[in-house]
Nanobody, 122 residues
Framework: VQLQASGGGLVQPGGSLRLSCAPSASIYRVNVMGWYRQAPGKQRESVATITSGGNIDSSDWDRFTISGDTASAVVELQMNNLRPEDTAVYYC???????????????????WGQGTQVTVSS
């Protein structure tokens, strides 16, 4: 399974971008979906996540809104009022159960997208 992300690009400060991510094949059950980012010289950090139980977390509730449905396995990230410090490679992330057997055993697998560049600059 590959995660296919889209929506990155160059935007001016104060602008908006919407990222989208979906898997290339069907997944038995998605447990967690989310977005992480990594700026040059920095560690990868969580931007926003959503769980199958509907729990949502965001690093900036005023500017970053995650949406999606673990049943359909599509996750999107709406980013508003972007700042130069938001410049980074953004990665989508899925934590899944690949089969009923894995689900019953509690065996989770993690998948990362290839990353999409977001550059905020005037």
């Amino acid at each position: 399974v590959q995660l296919q992300a889209s929506g990155g690009g160059l935007v001016q400060p104060g602008g908006s971008l919407r990222l989208s991510c979906a898997p290339s094949a069907s997944i038995y059950r998605v447990n967690v979906m989310g977005w992480y980012r990594q700026a040059p010289g920095k560690q990868r950090e969580s931007v926003a996540t959503i769980t199958s139980g509907g729990n949502i977390d965001s690093s900036d509730w005023d500017r970053f809104t995650i949406s999606g449905d673990t049943a359909s396995a599509v996750v999107e990230l709406q980013m508003n009022n972007l700042r130069p410090e938001d410049t980074a490679v953004y990665y989508c992330y899925f934590q899944v159960f690949s089969s009923l057997y894995d689900y019953r055993k509690g065996r989770r697998k993690e998948f990362w997208g290839q990353g999409t560049q977001v550059t905020v600059s005037s």
